[in-house]
């Protein structure tokens, strides 16, 4: 399983962009990058998967360069509501069981 | 249902103690992972079910941990003679389809063994 490496945490303020950068070095040929939200006392909430270039949907956008061997959360203009813990993962996403591997996250905190 | 609906929401147990965890999934999804989030730590795989079958239980810290499916919706984790460890609270989740893409997480059940 590849294994990420994101930032422990991250401060922001209200209105700025947050990027959050996770590394993958051994990321494999089937794999996608998925970046799950997720709030205290709440599950995991999937937020954006891409498998190369840029891949926006409308809470983000996730920009992965060439090599695959990182990718870039990009959250637009924060709120308060967006403190969150920031999860990378990587993994097979077409096969069937694939035991996502969730890792550390990165815990941001939007300030007033 | 509209979401993943796990019961209880909150669990007391004393060492020793045997305890069930359910899991209600969305209807008609197929997958159905258990995971396993200690405080401040990211979630950390269980088991994994396709319909009835379970398929990966790879993740089962202990013989004192069971799960099963057997029609294919509903899930139960249940764990035998609770230990302090154990406390961590418990998330189930689902996906559509076999292949796993987009995981529904239920909000979690939080065990903790006094």
């Known amino acids: 399983l590849a294994k990420t490496t994101q930032p422990i945490s991250m401060d922001s303020y209200e209105g700025q962009e947050v990027n959050i950068t996770c590394s993958h070095n051994?990321?494999?040929?089937?794999?996608?990058i998925t970046w799950y939200q997720q709030f205290p006392s709440q599950g995991p909430r999937f937020i954006i998967q891409?498998?190369?270039t840029k891949v926006t949907n409308e809470v983000a956008s996730l920009f992965i360069p060439a090599d695959r061997k990182s990718s870039t959360l990009s959250l637009p203009r924060v709120s308060l509501s967006d403190t969150a813990v920031y999860y990378c993962?990587?993994?097979?996403?077409?096969?069937?069981?694939?035991?996502?591997?969730f890792g550390g996250g990165t815990r941001v905190l939007v300030k007033p | 249902g509209a979401g993943v609906s796990q019961s209880p929401r909150y669990k007391v147990a004393k060492r020793g103690q045997d305890v069930a965890l359910r899991c209600d999934p969305i209807?008609?999804?197929?997958?159905l992972f258990w995971y396993q989030q200690a405080l401040g730590q990211g979630p950390e795989f269980l088991t994994y079910?396709?319909?009835?079958?379970?398929?990966?239980k790879s993740g089962l810290p202990s013989d004192r941990f069971f799960a099963e499916r057997p029609e294919g919706s509903v899930s139960t984790l249940k764990i035998q003679r609770t230990q302090q460890e154990d406390s961590a609270v418990y998330l189930c989740?689902?996906?559509?389809?076999?292949?796993?893409?987009?995981?529904?997480f239920g909000e979690g059940s939080r065990l903790t063994v006094l």
């Open positions: 891409g498998y190369k």
């Open positions: 079910f396709q319909n009835e079958a379970q398929l990966d």
């Open positions: 209807s008609g999804h197929v997958s």
């Open positions: 993962l990587v993994g097979d996403s077409g096969a069937a069981g694939n035991k996502l591997t």
């Open positions: 051994n990321i494999a040929t089937n794999d996608y």
């Open positions: 989740a689902g996906t559509r389809t076999v292949s796993t893409g987009e995981l529904f």
